[in-house]
């Protein structure tokens, strides 16, 4: 009696087991973004105007930034972005794959003309839905671009013949170095001069091996180059350095003044300048 009693309980436990619901299943993991997806509506966005578009064909934006390994949820640090052509890019990627994007400008405390084109800048990438929260911060002196050690990739386009000139070439390279993670990548776009030729930063053109320098001197191993940015029609010996040719187009000394009976053809014909891309890491030990 007592054993049919015994299975008559468990029969009751076992019935009630069967009638529990089954726990809900934990919900699936959202996929991770398309990074190709997502550079693609970037680039081909509305918020880019026709002009801006037609410069792809001279700058491949696509291939550039796939070249250095950028990935929509990096931390990500562009120098001088000036108006912003690779923020209209990078800057939603970004956004949307859940990265950050840190614009490092000038000092606005400078010039006037700078605290001008920095605030120029926010003005115009103000529209977080579009942009997310982009972080401007300074190179020079004293600031960081990013804080030590946290970015994924520092990328400067067109910029180094600047620097060279002003003598600021080998602190700005130490201070991207500074801001990186170990293993984290360095990213050069610049107007390429002729190795043989005399050096002349007025120009606008850097030898491969200067910047090479620069960076391996700041701490920098040189990882690979790629030709996607380069332009064998670029003579690199133009009047007015690599400005004659597009997009500033300049004719004369004076910029913004035209020359009279200037040959722009000639040098419309050969496009954008011949320019290197450079990748360099930063060691992880």
């Known amino acids: 009696m007592k054993k049919l009693h015994a299975a008559a309980a468990l029969c009751v436990l076992l019935g009630a087991c069967a009638e529990r619901p089954a726990s809900a299943a934990a919900p699936a993991a959202a996929p991770a973004p398309d990074a190709a997806a997502l550079l693609d509506a970037a ?16 700058r491949h934006p696509k291939e550039t930034l796939t070249f250095f390994g950028v990935e929509p949820g990096m931390s990500v640090v562009e120098i001088w ?3 912003g052509w690779y923020t209209k890019i990078l800057a939603p990627y970004l956004k949307n794959g859940g990265g950050v994007y840190n614009a490092a400008q000038r000092d606005p405390a400078s010039s006037a003309r700078a605290a001008e084109a920095v605030q ?27 804080p030590a050690g946290t970015a994924d990739v520092v990328l400067t386009f067109r910029n180094v013949h600047n620097w060279t000139s002003a003598g600021q070439a080998e602190a700005n390279f130490k201070a991207f170095f500074r801001a990186l993670k170990p293993g984290g990548v360095l990213g050069v776009v610049e107007h390429r001069a002729n190795e043989g030729a005399p050096e002349d930063p007025a120009s606008g053109y850097v030898r491969e091996s200067t910047v090479k320098a620069l960076a391996e001197g700041a701490g920098f191993e040189f990882v690979e180059a790629s030709e996607i940015n380069a332009n ?11 400005w004659t040719l597009p997009p500033v187009r300049r004719s004369s000394q004076s910029p913004g003044q035209e020359a009279p009976n200037f040959d722009r053809a000639k040098y419309d014909a050969i496009g954008e300048s011949d320019r290197m891309t450079l990748k360099f890491v930063k060691p992880k030990s």
């Open 120 to 146: 120029n800048f926010k003005d115009a990438y103000a529209d977080a839905t579009l942009y997310g929260d982009i972080n401007v911060t300074v190179l020079g002196d004293g600031f960081d671009v990013a």
């Open 81 to 83: 972005p000036g108006g």
């Open 43 to 58: 680039i081909a966005g509305d918020h880019r105007s026709p002009e801006e578009k037609a410069r792809d064909a001279w």
């Open 232 to 242: 064998p029609k670029d003579t690199k010996d133009h009047p007015y350095g690599v």
